[in-house]
C-alpha cells in the first residue's frame, strides 16, 4: 500500500511539474516573508520604545474616577520599574461661540511643561439632532 502511494504520488508530481513547483515557490516565498516579519518585529518594537523614551512620552496613564492625590502618585514612583510619575488635572468641556461649536479637552501644565489640547468640531453631529 505504501509503495502504491509513493508510486501515485511521484507520477503526479512528473505530469503537474509546473503546479508542483508554483505551489513549491509560494510555500517558499510565503515562509521568506513570514520568517522576516517575526525577525524584524522585535526591533521595530525596540526601535519604538527607544524613541518614545527619548521623548519622555508615558507608557500608561493610570485615571481614577475620584482622583488621584499626592501619596497615590508618591506609591506610584515607589515601584521598581516606575522611572517617574505625575499629576495633572484633566477636564471635557464645551465651548461654543457664534462661529464654532467645539468639544475641548485641556490637560494642565505638568511639571515638564507638556500642556495638550484638543478641539473637535462637533456642529455636524449636532446639526443631526
Known amino acids: 500500500m505504501k509503495n502504491a502511494m509513493q508510486k501515485d504520488f511521484w507520477r503526479e508530481i512528473q505530469h503537474t511539474r509546473s503546479r ?4 513549491m515557490i509560494l510555500v517558499a516565498l510565503s515562509v521568506a516573508f513570514l520568517s522576516g516579519l517575526k ?14 523614551d527619548s521623548l519622555h512620552l508615558a507608557d500608561i496613564q493610570v485615571l481614577s474616577t475620584l482622583g488621584l492625590t499626592d501619596d497615590d502618585i508618591t506609591a506610584i514612583r515607589a515601584q521598581d520599574k516606575v522611572e517617574d510619575a505625575e499629576g495633572e488635572y484633566v477636564i471635557d468641556a464645551f465651548a461654543s461661540s457664534d462661529s464654532l461649536d467645539a468639544v475641548v479637552k485641556v490637560l494642565s501644565l505638568t511639571g515638564r511643561g507638556i500642556i495638550v489640547a484638543v478641539a473637535i468640531d462637533i456642529r455636524k453631529y449636532l446639526a443631526k439632532k
Open 20 to 23: 508542483f513547483f508554483s505551489i
Open 39 to 52: 525577525a524584524t518585529a522585535p526591533d521595530m518594537k525596540r526601535t519604538g520604545d527607544d524613541y518614545l
